[in-house]
């Protein structure tokens, strides 16, 4: 229902063309809306992860031929805190900190005679500026920037048994955009969607009697849920 109302709003402004009536109420509302979206907050977050044939894939060294991963899905939690401050009546910014738990993505190689290649994303840390435009005093649109740090474990099963595990720590970029929902006694939702971009590769040897190969990660897309209170 909020959704639509939101919608709907949307469409007066293009219709009408942003009238005066309407940009008063609009004040008014984000004045309310300030006792919601200011200050710091701490929040907790279901994030539902996935990557994409292509995102992810590998080469043997000295060979030009790409091997593309398949697509894979997992669920992991994380926390969020931040503080923000109102830049205007309907704008506000400031810095947050993301951490997420593990999650595992395993690749099924079948052009390697079976072997299954996980990568695990042992932690995430993200830190970055976020900044919001409030529609009204229930709605904000929100969206952040930063810097993202990722330790990986990568292994390969090879007729069952899990070798050639290595740690490594890939650091990169991130950008969301998502919405942020008053719920009222200063507890928000806010359902936003991520990408998250890594600079680095990964450098295998042949030690286990596989050729040695790099495993390059371009992307990690996620959608979290996160229930947040300002103090």
Excluded: C
Excluded at 82 to 103: D, M, Q, R, V, W
Excluded at 175 to 192: A, K, Q, V
Aim: hydrophobic share 35%; charged share 20%.
């Amino acid at each position: 229902m909020i959704i639509t109302k939101l919608i709907k709003q949307l469409n007066f402004i293009r219709i009408i063309l942003l009238s005066v009536i309407f940009l008063n109420s609009q004040i008014s509302f984000a004045q309310d809306a300030n006792k919601w979206n200011e200050g710091t907050y701490l929040g907790t977050s279901l994030i539902f992860n996935s990557i994409e044939n292509g995102d992810a894939y590998y080469n043997n060294v000295n060979r030009s031929v790409v091997y593309n991963y398949d697509s894979d899905n997992e669920k992991s939690k994380g926390i969020k805190i931040g503080h923000t401050k109102s830049l205007t009546n309907n704008i506000f910014a400031g810095p947050e900190f993301f951490y997420s738990k593990e999650k595992s993505l395993d690749f099924n190689d079948n052009s390697n005679g079976g072997v299954t290649d996980t990568i695990r994303f042992l932690e995430n840390y993200n830190i970055g500026l976020r900044g919001g435009y409030i529609i009204n005093k229930d709605i904000a649109l929100v969206l952040g920037v930063g810097f993202s740090n990722q330790e990986v474990e990568t292994s390969s099963i090879t007729s069952g048994a899990d070798v050639d595990r290595q740690l490594n720590t890939l650091r990169g970029k991130y950008r969301n955009l998502g919405l942020l929902f008053n719920l009222g006694s200063s507890f928000n939702l806010e359902i936003s969607r991520q990408i998250n971009f890594f600079d680095e590769s990964i450098s295998k040897d042949s030690r286990t009697g596989r050729m040695a190969h790099t495993i390059t990660i371009d992307k990690t897309k996620s959608t979290s849920i996160t229930i947040s209170k300002f103090f």
